[in-house]
C-alpha cells in the first residue's frame, strides 16, 4: 500500500508563487510515477504534471501550466514537489497527488493512489 500527504496550499495573489510537496510512503512508493491534478469547483478533474520514477527524467504538463510549474521529485525524501509560479485566479484548485506504476494512468487522471489533497486559491 501507499500512502501520500500533500502540503503546501494556501491563498496568495495573482503573480504569487507556491511549491507543494507530496511524501509518499509504502513498499512501493520509489517505483511509481508521480502527479499532480487538480479540481476546481464544478469542474472535472485536471491533469496538471506528472514524473517518472527516476529524479530529473520524464516530465509531463497540461498547456495550461506549461512555463510556470515545474515538478520535480527527491528520492531520498520520498517527496515529490510542484513549484507553481505565475499563478492566476483559475489555477484555484483542491491539488491532489498522485501515483501509480505508469505515466499515463496519471495523465488521464486513473491513479491507482490519491492523497487528500491540499486547496489552492489565488485571489485577482
Known amino acids: 500500500q501507499v500512502q501520500l500527504v500533500e502540503s503546501g496550499g494556501g491563498l496568495v495573489q495573482a503573480g504569487a508563487s507556491l511549491r507543494l510537496s507530496c511524501v509518499g510512503s509504502?513498499?512501493?512508493?520509489?517505483?511509481?510515477?508521480m502527479g499532480w491534478i487538480r479540481q476546481a469547483p464544478g469542474k472535472e478533474r485536471e491533469f496538471v504534471a506528472a514524473i517518472g520514477y527516476y529524479s530529473g527524467t520524464n516530465t509531463y504538463y497540461s498547456d495550461s501550466v506549461k512555463g510556470r510549474f515545474t515538478i520535480s521529485r527527491d528520492g531520498e525524501k520520498n517527496t515529490v514537489y510542484l513549484q507553481m509560479t505565475a499563478l492566476k485566479p483559475e489555477d484555484t484548485a483542491i491539488y491532489y497527488c498522485?501515483?501509480?506504476?505508469?505515466?499515463?494512468?496519471?495523465?488521464?487522471?486513473?491513479?491507482?493512489?490519491w492523497g487528500l489533497g491540499t486547496q489552492v486559491t489565488v485571489s485577482s
Open positions: 498522485a501515483a501509480d506504476q505508469g505515466l499515463a494512468a496519471i495523465q488521464r487522471r486513473a491513479a491507482e493512489y
Open positions: 509504502g513498499r512501493a512508493y520509489s517505483r511509481l510515477a
